[in-house]
């Protein structure tokens, strides 16, 4: 084996240069992050190749100054002469640790850990003790603390997959897997299949790859610092598979052929060729010697372990109790005994028909007018059990109002309406977040200063005003404040600074303001421990649209900004409009719907087709869902059409026939078809085919998009 | 690294003292071969090991597959308790907790050896 710790020293030959020149340049650019995203990763491979490598002393003195680093980049404190005079010293130690340890002076490292450790401690102890040590000279003051236990778990797959000369180069891969420990607890499969008996194998070799699964609050750059002195000779590749950023309406996870699918072991042709065979995946892959039982192990290892993380997760966020008024109850069990009732007629025509007797038409139509009437009373009563009003939710809003205000020294009073409205419970936990974020928001950048407020005429309070309404099958969640309004222009230039935009892009106010959703964008130069992270109004959006619900953003300047939220009532089931498009049908949320009629030529202005439909003198666009869906079946002579509204705009629906009206009992989309935009969920129809629930906020916005 | 070979009629034994790492794993290699090649029965008492890493871990699934293509029988002697071996069969993910499905991997030698003394073989 070739001299594994040359490798390390010439390594760190490089890295301490690099460090040096990149300190200098802080100096002068304290806050490019990096500058400081460049020190950190270097000192980190120093570190982790130290350990690797037999360079304890080295490893164990660099933590400290990583850690340092660590928190810049994290702005828990900021850039200081001092604090480059300190890594500079540091740098200079473990030089000194790894190429002359002879000469090395043995006080120096620990007096540079002392300077570093009156920077972190102040950062690592209680309140208390962190204001005794505001004190002390050297420490500047903390600008942004954010609390580990808020950050939201993710969970990574990460796949690593060594060359066969890892060993050789002096790499470990234990050391590699103790530092992910670090950030959660790992589930780690080991892929033994390569490994070839001992007549043949080279046992300096690495003939094993790794499927690790991990859940943290640690980010996938997290992982990366971890395996980045390895990256030159191995495979790596961090997929998420699970976010509670998103919500979860199931516990439910993929399907193994669909794991093994994303692990790339088998390809799409083969999942569904085997999913064919009606018999366990996992089984049938290995009989026909598809992939392995490593890769099988890890499949369903993967199955289990998010299926648990989403049950816990679930737990913690529905493992509560509602208050039901016993009138609800007693409507419910009333409506179970008429059931019964029915049930028994229903018994006794059966048992006469087997008599011979026979039964009129007229008889089974009423009892099955009846059933449908009860259906339909019970689905409506059980639905009322889970409806709870607003008011505990908006109630909880007071506090976090106070509290807020007071930590940034602004006056803002909250005001509700509309508390008694009464949303589904899974709807108004899911809600709680996201309202958290924009009221949290609204405080920290809506408003103006208490001067600032008097200078503009003001009063010196401001107010946010939560208004909750019924609109037909949806609630309006409408948030206002009067503060500032958003800046259309701060907006726009950073939108072009992150690249959202192109320097040229003319957008309307509105248009621009709808940017604030974008992953990542925030306007304010620096975060604070409240908001400004860029990641809050990106997350408000997805979990929102999750509920299959619309968030609009409204500002004038000076006057304040209004986010609404359109929120349907239930999550689980609805009055649909069961329609078909060649062979399949699909359902259309009844909500939307305005009118529906027959296709007939004269609708098409100046009898020939293009952009829109002229409906008695409306010009409307519309969607042939033929053409969207390429069916390529015969068309029939007579076609039908729907028109569809979805907040101000409408769309014509051109479909093949409308079938009627249809209790849908919604089921999520599996994930292989959530690619399919056009299309929120599934739903069983009585013959046991699938039907797709047709999402018209996105069939409207294809359309204003395509306009 | 230090390893003893005790032969008698019925199995093999090999005695591992030290650190099984990538510096010792050509001699560990060559000692497995010679044992499979005595008895048809190699025990491997671990007790001794202070030090592991996976050119270890490999060499040990390496070693139960040429047992079985040769039919014989390599396993770790439950007796010895090694928890050096154990932390590195689990980091490495060559073993898992029971209630994690997937643990009867394709190589049973280290999932075997975490079971039995999981279930309390003697840790003396």
């Known amino acids: 084996m070739a001299d594994q710790s040359e490798y390390y020293r010439e390594e760190a030959r490089e890295l301490l240069e690099l460090i040096e020149q990149k300190l200098i340049d802080l100096e002068n650019q304290p806050e490019d992050t990096e500058l400081l995203n460049a020190i950190f990763r270097a000192f980190h491979t120093i570190k982790g190749s130290g350990s690797m490598f037999g360079y304890d002393e080295v490893a164990e003195f660099t933590h400290e100054i990583e850690t340092l680093f660590d928190y810049l980049r994290e702005k828990r404190i900021s850039s200081n002469k001092q604090i480059i005079d300190i890594a500079l010293s540091a740098r200079d130690h473990i030089s000194d640790l790894i190429f002359s340890p002879e000469t090395l002076d043995p006080t120096a490292g620990e007096s540079i850990l002392k300077s570093v450790r009156s920077y972190l401690e102040p950062l690592q102890s209680s309140p208390e003790s962190s204001q005794a040590a505001e004190q002390q000279p050297a420490p500047p003051p903390v600008k942004e603390s954010v609390p580990e236990s808020d950050a939201l778990e993710t969970t990574f797959r990460i796949t690593f997959s060594p060359q066969r000369e890892f060993f050789l180069r002096g790499a470990k891969v234990l050391p590699l897997l103790q530092e992910l420990e670090a950030l959660g607890t790992p589930l780690i499969f080991a892929h033994t299949g390569e490994v070839p008996p001992l007549e ?146 229903l018994a006794q025509y059966t048992e006469s028909a087997h008599d011979g007797d026979t039964v009129s038409v007229a008889e089974l139509e009423n009892v099955s007018e009846n059933m449908d009437r009860l259906t339909t009373e019970l689905r409506e009563n059980t639905m009322d059990i889970r409806m709870i009003p607003l008011a505990e939710t908006f109630n909880s809003f007071h506090r976090l109002v106070r509290d807020l205000s007071a930590e940034l020294g602004k006056e803002v009073e909250l005001v509700t309406s509309g508390a008694e409205t009464e949303l589904d419970k899974n709807i108004i936990d899911a809600l709680n ?112 649209e999750q509920l299959r619900g619309k968030v609009r953003i409204d500002s004038q300047p000076n006057l304040g900004t209004t986010v609404t939220l359109t929120i349907p009532l239930t999550l689980s089931i609805i009055d649909g409009l069961l329609v078909s498009i060649g062979p399949e049908r699909y359902v259309i949320n009844l909500s939307a719907v305005e009118e529906c009629f027959e296709l007939t030529p004269d609708l ?69 078809l959530n690619f399919i935009q056009e299309v929120s969920g599934s739903t069983i129809l009585g013959d046991g085919t699938i039907a797709f629930i047709l999402d018209i906020n996105k069939l409207t916005e294809k359309i204003s998009t395509a306009v | 690294m230090d390893i003893e070979l005790q032969k008698n009629t019925k199995e093999t034994r090999l005695v591992c003292k030290g650190n099984a790492t990538a510096e010792a794993a050509s001699q560990i290699r060559d000692v497995l071969l010679e044992a499979l090649q005595l008895t048809p029965t190699v025990l491997i008492d671990v007790a001794g090991l202070e030090k592991v890493d996976i050119t270890f871990l490999q060499l040990l699934v390496s070693a139960e597959r040429t047992a079985k293509e040769s039919e014989k029988s390599i396993q770790i002697d439950p007796s010895a308790y090694c928890e050096v071996l154990i932390k590195s069969a689990v980091r490495g ?32």
């Open chain 1, 433 to 544: 977040d996201p309202l958290v974020h924009i009221i949290r928001n609204s405080i920290d950048h809506g408003f103006e200063s208490s001067e600032e407020r008097q200078k503009a005429g003001k009063p010196v309070s401001g107010t946010v005003s939560i208004n909750a309404e019924h609109s037909g099958a949806n609630v309006l969640i409408k948030i206002q404040d009067d503060g500032r309004g958003l800046s259309s222009e701060k907006i726009r230039k950073k939108a072009i600074q992150r690249g959202i935009i192109g320097q040229d892009s003319k957008l309307s106010d509105k248009d621009l303001y709808s940017l604030i959703f974008s992953p990542g964008f925030s306007t304010t130069e620096t975060a604070t421990s409240v908001s400004g992270r860029g990641v809050g109004m990106d997350v408000v959006k997805r979990n929102i």
């Open chain 1, 604 to 672: 098409f202005p100046e009898g020939q087709r293009n952009e829109y439909l002229s409906i008695r003198g409306e010009i409307v666009p519309y969607i042939d869902l033929r053409e969207l869906f390429a069916v390529k079946t015969a068309v029939p002579q007579f076609r039908e059409i729907t028109v569809v509204k979805a907040g101000e705009s409408k769309v014509a629906l051109i479909v093949d026939s409308i079938i009627g009206q249809h209790q849908t009992v919604i089921k999520p989309l599996n994930a292989a």
């Open chain 2, 93 to 124: 993910g060559f073993c898992r907790e029971a209630e994690h499905l997937g643990s009867s991997s394709t190589n049973t030698i280290l999932a075997d050896y975490y079971t039995q003394v999981m279930q309390g073989g003697d840790r003396g």
């Open chain 1, 200 to 345: 043949q194998i080279d046992p300096e070799l690495c003939y094993t790859n790794w499927t690790i699964l991990l859940t943290t609050t640690k980010t996938r750059n997290a992982i990366q610092d971890i395996f980045i002195f390895v990256e030159d000779y191995s495979d790596l590749h961090i997929n998420v598979i699970d976010d509670a950023a998103q919500l979860d309406i199931t516990s439910e996870y993929k399907r193994i052929g669909e794991i093994l699918y994303e692990q790339g072991y088998v390809d799409q042709e083969t999942v569904e060729s085997i999913m064919k065979q009606k018999e366990r995946f996992g089984e049938v892959a290995m009989k026909q010697g598809i992939v392995s039982k490593d890769a099988i192990d890890s499949a369903l290892g993967e199955q289990q372990y998010v299926r648990e993380v989403r049950r816990r997760r679930q737990q913690q966020q529905s493992g509560t109790t509602i208050r039901v008024k016993s009138e609800k109850l007693d409507n419910l069990v009333n409506l179970v005994g008429e059931i019964v009732t029915l049930q028994a007629r």
